[in-house]
């Protein structure tokens, strides 16, 4: 299956600031999904990235709070803008190999705003 | 009523039991994921299933698609198997709520 580099895998940040999430894969995928996951909570799905277009958000998310980019079929970056402390989440990208391997996952990104 | 839900929610365990978790599932699905999430967050794909039953080392997953409900069991626990566990659902990938399972020495 892939393997996805996130980076980073935590951070604290100020409210009112922005951070930026990378992640990388080992190998060329169609499409990329942003997830959020807050405390004692379930995933929810932020947003699927495709290469060349723009990316496709979920119910309650907006592209001006969580601007995403998708150079290239290897790579995504999804923003987390304006931040406050309902921000605090761990945020993880994944991958859909094929429907042989299933999805795989970054490492997540553990968000704490302060 | 969450379209896919899980049971029991939290669950602790002594080293050596054998674990089950259930998850059954309200909408039309192509397949069913395992998942576990270690306290750092990340995610780890245990199994992905659609029919019938699949093993790997200690642990087992079976679903009934009749039924709506997957099982995951855990043969003779271990510590290192502590973590949350989650059911996902292939229609638009849905989330059970997940079941944190504590393994005591």
């Known amino acids: 299956s892939a393997v996805i580099s996130q980076k980073p895998s935590r951070d604290i940040c100020q409210r009112g600031t922005s951070l930026t999430i990378q992640c990388q894969v080992d190998?060329?995928?169609?499409?990329m999904f942003w997830y959020r996951q807050q405390p004692g909570q379930s995933l929810t799905l932020i947003a699927t990235?495709?290469?060349?277009?723009?990316?496709?958000?979920e119910s309650g998310f907006v592209i001006d709070k969580f601007p995403i980019s998708r150079p290239n079929l290897t790579f995504s970056t999804l923003t987390v803008s304006n931040m406050s402390p309902e921000d605090s989440s761990i945020y993880l990208c994944?991958?859909?190999?094929?429907?042989?391997?299933?999805?795989?996952f970054g490492s997540g990104t553990r968000l704490t705003v302060v | 009523k969450n379209e896919v839900e899980q049971s029991p929610q939290n669950l602790t365990a002594q080293e050596g039991e054998f674990i089950t978790i259930n998850c059954s599932y309200s909408?039309?699905?192509?397949?069913l994921h395992w998942l576990q999430q270690h306290p750092g967050g990340g995610i780890v794909s245990l199994f992905m299933?659609?029919?019938g039953k699949k093993k790997h080392g200690r642990l087992i997953a079976t679903i009934n698609i009749q039924e709506k409900h997957s099982s995951l069991h855990i043969t003779a626990s271990h510590p290192r198997d502590s973590a949350v566990y989650i059911c996902?659902?292939?229609?638009?990938?849905?989330f059970g709520a997940g079941t944190r399972l504590t393994v005591k020495p």
């Open positions: 994944s991958v859909d190999r094929t429907v042989n391997y299933g999805y795989t």
């Open positions: 190998s060329q995928v169609t499409m």
């Open positions: 990235a495709n290469q060349g277009s723009e990316a496709t958000y």
């Open positions: 909408v039309g699905i192509s397949a």
């Open positions: 299933l659609s029919s």
């Open positions: 996902a659902v292939r229609s638009d990938m849905r």
